[in-house]
């Protein structure tokens, strides 16, 4: 075809043909479409990236080729050594495909629009247009304002205003593109060989992510079921770990088998006023998203959140202690108190940690044992199937009360009233530390308290709450004095 238009659509945290704002465009403005997907082994290890995760994608990957195959549209996949080697791969196929056009969702922490930045400038070297769209917020990073137009830096104001914008703009879940049928021989004779159907062999470790399916009729089914089934008791279930209260679609969302707006829609379609019901368990559900949103806007509007920096600048001053062996018995869920053993050897099995216990985990690591938040956000990355750098820092520099929106640094959570709160027969807690499974209900919190103690193998506390609560009070406090000076 004289003079066709060719547009390739670069995959990264989207990997969905449903409701994907760079490959509806693509298909909408080119005559020919095809598909690339860069894996990044270099990068994705100095990101902590899970190998759980990546198994994850690359089963999710296997599902997408098939997607796009479906509407004409070969997906192809490129292994570089890290983010700059991406941006050449792109421009290269860009190059050898004779594309007019490269479609990609944005991305928005610090190296990832890096990355894109060296892309726009390669391409446009060559002629080649780049369009990066706003995807993976319902509501775009920057729109969401307060009225002196600055970015919110507390949730509850944030939401107000987000909520007010969803409403005027409600935005509307994409359906699957269609290729032209004008376009089908053209897309055929350029596209026919670059169809690969061989096994996507990703090099990096791998840990077994079977427990997540990523066909599309399961996880749609998941959403489905949680909206109809258990979003209504969700704010009554949501803290009890013992319960299969929560979604479990945040490692869909994390590579973008899912999209925030799908989950949306799929809740009002349940509860079409849950808008305006704060108290229901659909608006609990709906809360989560937007916190999922918020931490995304702050990225943007404060780069230094991925880059190692806290949000309150301040806690710079704060002296973490330092104690290998204490981060490594919290790692491997050996500290001797049972609730946060449970929840850290639960993560290293099966790459997944209930948000209560994410709190509690992070809680400990950093006011019990006053170590650096940072040690326990990468350990997180490194285990986590749903690891995703804007939710993962915030919620440690929430924990860690180093963030916006942050926890008082004089609240600390005690661990074992937190397990008594959220698991009070040890139900959870047995299931993940066996060595406590003939402990009565009555001490599985303080199992070193019951007279049988003796006959268990399970270590004893490794710091006192009570002394080290008032150690760490006193390290923020002393720190905070230090920026008034």
């Known amino acids: 075809m004289a003079n066709s238009k060719t547009g390739l659509v670069w995959f990264r945290a989207d990997l969905r043909v449903v ?49 796009l195959a479906e509407i004409g549209i070969p997906l192809l996949i490129n292994e570089v050594a890290d983010f700059e080697e991406a941006a050449k791969s792109v421009c290269e196929q860009a190059q050898k495909h004779q ?49 002196n137009g600055d970015p919110y830096k507390v949730f509850t104001p944030f939401r107000k205003e987000w909520l007010r914008l969803f ?8 359906s699957v593109p269609q290729v032209k049928k004008e376009s089908e021989t053209s897309v055929s004779s350029l596209s026919e060989a670059l169809f690969v159907h061989d096994k996507i062999e990703l090099t990096y470790p791998k840990k077994d992510s079977l427990q997540w399916p990523v066909d599309e009729d399961a996880i749609r089914q998941r959403l489905r079921t949680f909206c109809s089934e258990k979003a209504q008791i969700y704010h009554e279930q949501r803290d009890i770990p013992a319960i299969d209260g929560t979604s479990c679609l945040s490692p869909y ?9 799908q ?19 659909a608006f609990s559900w709906l809360n989560e998203i937007i916190w ?32 290998e062996s204490d981060l490594a018995a919290w790692q491997q869920g050996r500290t001797g108190f049972p609730i946060v ?21 992070a809680s400990f690591l950093t006011k019990d044992l006053l170590i650096n938040w940072r040690e326990g956000e990468r350990w997180f990355m490194s285990q986590l199937v749903d690891g995703d750098l804007a939710a993962n820092n915030g919620g440690w520099q929430w924990a860690a009360s180093t963030g ?39 001490f599985i919190h303080q199992p070193h308290s019951w007279p049988g103690a003796v006959q268990i193998n399970y270590p004893a506390p490794i710091v006192d709450h009570k002394s080290a609560r008032l150690a760490a009070i006193e390290a923020f406090k002393i720190a905070k004095e230090q920026l008034e000076v």
Not at 297 to 318: C, E, G, K, Y
């Open 253 to 261: 969302l994390t590579h973008g088998a899912l999209s925030p707006r």
């Open 19 to 67: 409701d994907n704002t760079a490959l509806t465009a693509a298909c909408q403005r080119s005559d020919n479409v095809i598909a690339i997907f860069t894996s990044t082994p270099m990068q994705w290890h100095e990101h902590n990236v899970a190998p759980i995760q990546v198994d994850l994608i690359q089963r999710r990957l296997g599902v997408l080729r098939s997607q």
């Open 167 to 174: 409403r005027l703009a409600m935005p509307k879940v994409q």
């Open 263 to 281: 989950c949306v829609s799929a809740l009002l379609e349940v509860f079409p006023h849950c808008f305006d019901e704060p108290e229901s368990g």
């Open 99 to 147: 594309v007019n056009h490269v479609y990609c969702n944005k991305q928005y922490e610090w190296n990832e629009q890096k990355r894109d930045e060296i892309t726009g400038h390669l391409l446009s070297e060559q002629g080649i247009k780049f369009s990066a769209f706003d995807d993976a917020c319902i509501i775009e990073p920057g729109k969401v304002q307060t009225k």
């Open 341 to 361: 053993d449970a929840a850290m050897r639960q993560l290293k099995e099966t790459g997944w940690m209930h948000n209560r216990l994410r709190m509690i985990t």
């Open 292 to 323: 999922r949103e918020f931490y995304r806007h702050l990225m943007v509007a404060f780069p230094r959140l991925s880059r190692d920096q806290p949000f309150q600048s301040w806690t710079r001053n704060i002296s973490w202690r330092q104690s």
């Open 404 to 442: 916006t929106d942050a926890q008082p640094y004089f609240r600390v959570f005690n661990p074992t009233t937190q397990g008594e709160r959220f698991d009070p027969d040890g139900k959870f807690i047995r299931t993940w530390v066996h060595e406590l499974k003939d402990v009565p209900d009555k």
